[in-house]
């Protein structure tokens, strides 16, 4: 995918975020009670709408910027192999929670996803041994390699489970994806 087109995808999913943010603003309910419960029949629809529904706007900030920059990257790389490794990434990750997440909580925001796919961005070049993939995980452990760190950090209210198992997800989706042609 070229770099302009790569930006424009990437902009378009952070701006859905902030639209579903603004959106659950202005409606009557709230939409967070769509996140993930973790081993609860009604929260399985979390799976996959969670990456969605954040806390308040500085967890949307949180999440937004590099989120952005992951993607793009990402995609610049290959929109086929990103496709393929954010299905893994949001089913696997999100399953993974619902299984073995914190109970009686719920589970929401994009940053399984930005763990995710640091976790394929950065094993992505380990995996598929070319020189491009090896390069964007260099500057991926460059910019992002304290989210490694930051597992063995606890927060109340930060679901260290998405975390987690999104970034198990993503190198699995790049060990998974290490013979796809890319784009």
Do not use: K
């Not at 996959?48 to 949307?60: K, R, Y």
């Not at 975390?163 to 997800?169: P, Q, R």
Request: aromatic share 14%; charged share 10%.
């Amino acid at each position: 995918m070229r770099i302009h087109q790569s930006l424009l995808t990437a902009l378009t999913a952070v701006a859905i975020l902030w639209l579903v943010f603004f959106v659950n603003l202005i409606i009557p309910g709230d939409l967070r009670w769509y996140g993930l419960r973790p081993r609860s029949l009604s929260g399985l629809p979390g799976i996959i709408l969670s990456p969605f529904l954040h806390v308040g706007i500085f967890h949307l900030i949180a999440n937004t910027g590099a989120l952005f920059v992951l993607l793009a990257v990402s995609l610049s790389y290959s929109g086929r192999l990103t496709a393929v490794a954010l299905t893994i990434i949001v089913l696997l990750g999100g399953a993974l929670t619902w299984l073995f997440g914190q109970g009686q909580a719920v589970h929401i925001g994009a940053s399984g996803v930005v763990f995710g796919l640091t976790g394929f961005l950065v094993f992505m070049g380990i995996c598929r041994r070319e020189w491009r993939a090896l390069f964007i995980s260099l500057g991926v452990i460059a910019f992002y390699g304290g989210v490694f760190q930051s597992l063995l950090l606890v927060f109340p209210g930060q679901s260290w489970a998405s975390h987690f198992f999104g970034l198990m997800a993503g190198i699995f989706a790049a060990w998974r994806t290490r013979e796809f042609t890319i784009d």
